[in-house]
């Protein structure tokens, strides 16, 4: 069973850094792709990064290209994000998700089937 928890989110300025973690509880973690995703307010929930299980594919939202990163430990369980120059439109609510799929391109949510409950990531200009 995959439960994920994140953390690491807050309020910071423009600019800055900020590492996003997610841990799952669960015994196949390293079987699975996993993807971050946001929610701004008013907005639909959007893909922003993805990592193949044994982390030796990525793929990134346009938006993002070049600023965030994302990682995993499979020894740890965890999955990272981590955030450089940081933007106002970078605000928003951030979900850890876990596919059956080793890999998935182009990601949708549909292609995930387990979510964390999401985190606060706020840009302040």
């Known amino acids: 069973q995959v439960q994920l928890v994140e953390s690491g989110g807050g309020l910071v300025q423009v600019g800055d850094s900020l590492r996003l973690s997610c841990t799952d509880s669960?015994?196949?973690?390293?079987?699975?792709?996993m993807a971050w995703f946001r929610q701004a307010p008013g907005k639909d929930r959007e893909f922003v990064a993805t990592i193949s299980r044994g982390g030796g594919f990525d793929d990134y939202a346009d938006s993002v290209k070049g600023r965030f990163t994302i990682s995993r430990d499979n020894t740890e369980n965890t999955v990272f994000l981590q955030m450089n120059s940081l933007k106002p439109e970078d605000t928003a609510v951030y979900y850890c998700?876990?596919?059956?799929?080793?890999?998935?391109?182009?990601?949708?949510?549909?292609?995930?089937?387990?979510w964390g409950q999401g985190i606060q990531v706020t840009v302040s200009s």
């Open positions: 998700a876990s596919s059956r799929y080793s890999r998935v391109s182009d990601p949708q949510s549909r292609d995930f089937d387990s």
């Open positions: 669960g015994q196949t973690f390293s079987r699975r792709a």
